[in-house]
């Protein structure tokens, strides 16, 4: 059994080094003997090199030489003008042009034998070559987000549904039994379509304002990577996040995903889903630090995922984001709470201007608001007792004004005893304006 030859290291065994201190002289700088050393090794490789080029350059021409005078005599060693040759001398030139070529070969193989490996030899370039990379990193920037028209071809589809519906209603209530109905109902059901159908998908020639614009840029977005984000919201190991973030960095580190995450906790929070809104506040916090570390650092926020993760992983960091991250859930309390009063706010507003009118056409809102403070504490708390007490201290004719003005919002059923009360001796509203004067 043939045992396998082992690698040859051999080659490796003449390498000159410019900085070996073996043959240094104590009295002698170090780098400048370094300097020596590297300088005359060059120029003694520049000499050999430039030598090897003259030889290798009249070998050439040898060659070139003995190739003619080696066809001269194979022609003559055929028949082809002999006698006209001599044969001696055509064989004398050719030995002695091999010859020079052979020296001069044997001197360079001499060159390069001894010549030492060194930093400059030791390897050599088989390919070089450049890439420019043409390719513009997608911008994290929301203005730079050209909508999609998701967001539009949805509520086209909408529109679709709806035009389709109001037209299948149309055409059964116009069936009848009259030929002639039939016929002219058919063409005023095409005639609905059409125009009902232009009007909701006709594009108008507004130019369509920037808030317009930046809305459906957001929407857009959220709607195309939803199943990112919120895959990415809900992670709760910091190994996993940033595996996920740096995979998805293009998406999840644009200003439209910074701005999704924070309106996610927001309605996490008024949902009373309060650990998950606590985890999507620490995922929208990670989000913020890497694009601030970008800014601060000048560099696409991107690049500094790796550096951020491992900046928390030491204790003085952490602490810092973990007091971030709690003053971010604390603003998202207070925003709830704040934005809960707004929508009741808001409710009271829709249900003060859509009231149903009382009898007498007035809205029992905008009654109760000018009643009395007194007056209209009892109407609220609905203690009758309180309310006969206030009326029966007021002047008679303003105690009925405002009774009056009870009845016809709504707010006071009278019985059918006292209803004739309310018909009799009305006090308008200038007669109260010259009561309040007196």
């Not at 042009?97 to 360079?108: G, S």
Request: hydrophobic content about 30%; overall charge negative.
């Amino acid at each position: 059994m043939s045992v396998a030859r082992s690698f040859d290291y051999s080659k490796w065994d003449n390498i000159e080094l410019s900085d070996d201190e073996s043959d240094l002289h104590p009295n002698i700088d170090k780098d400048s003997w370094f300097r020596m050393k590297h300088r005359h090794r060059l120029e003694r490789e520049e000499r050999e090199d430039e030598e090897i080029r003259l030889m290798k350059r009249d070998s050439a021409e040898d060659q070139r030489r003995l190739n003619v005078v080696k066809a001269r005599m194979k022609g003559a060693g055929q028949g082809e003008d002999a006698e006209f040759e001599d044969m001696d001398a055509l064989e004398g030139e050719a030995n002695e042009l091999q010859a020079r070529i052979d020296a001069r070969n044997k001197k360079e193989a001499e060159y390069l034998e001894r010549r030492k490996w060194n930093i400059d030899n030791i390897c050599k370039i088989s390919e070089d070559r450049s890439e420019i990379n043409t390719n513009k990193a997608a911008s994290l920037k929301a203005a730079d987000f050209v909508p999609t028209g998701i967001t539009e071809k949805k509520f086209a589809k909408e529109d679709d549904k709806k035009v389709t519906t109001i037209t299948t209603s149309s055409s059964s209530n116009k069936t009848t039994t009259n030929t002639n109905e039939k016929t002219t109902n058919n063409n005023d059901k095409t005639t609905t379509t059409t125009t009902t159908t232009s009007t909701a998908l006709a594009p108008t020639n507004t130019q369509p304002s920037k808030e317009h614009i930046a809305a459906l840029s957001y929407n857009d977005f959220a709607i195309q990577y939803e199943h990112i984000l919120e895959a990415y919201s809900v992670i709760r190991d910091l190994e996993a996040t940033k595996d996920y973030l740096y995979k998805n960095c293009h998406i999840l580190l644009h200003e439209h995903a910074q701005s999704y995450l924070l309106l996610s906790a927001l309605e996490d929070e008024m949902n009373m889903k309060f650990e998950r809104m606590k985890v999507v506040s620490r995922q929208s916090q990670i989000l913020s630090h890497i694009t601030e570390l970008g800014m601060s650092t000048r560099r696409d926020p991107r690049d500094v995922i790796l550096p951020f993760f491992m900046r928390i992983a030491e204790p003085e960091f952490a602490k810092g984001f973990e007091d971030a991250v709690n003053d971010f859930i604390r603003r998202i309390q207070k925003r709830a709470v704040e934005k809960r009063m707004e929508m009741d706010k808001e409710r009271e507003k829709e249900q003060r201007e859509n009231a149903p009118l009382g009898p007498g056409g007035l809205n029992p809102y905008e009654v109760l608001e000018k009643l009395p403070d007194n007056l209209r504490a009892a109407f609220e708390e609905q203690d009758p007792e309180e309310l006969q007490k206030i009326l029966a201290e007021m002047d008679p004719k303003t105690g009925r004004y405002w009774m009056k003005q009870c009845v016809d919002s709504g707010l006071w059923v009278p019985s059918p005893e006292s209803a004739a009360l309310f018909k009799d001796d009305y006090v308008d509203e200038e007669d109260m304006e010259a009561l309040d004067e007196d």
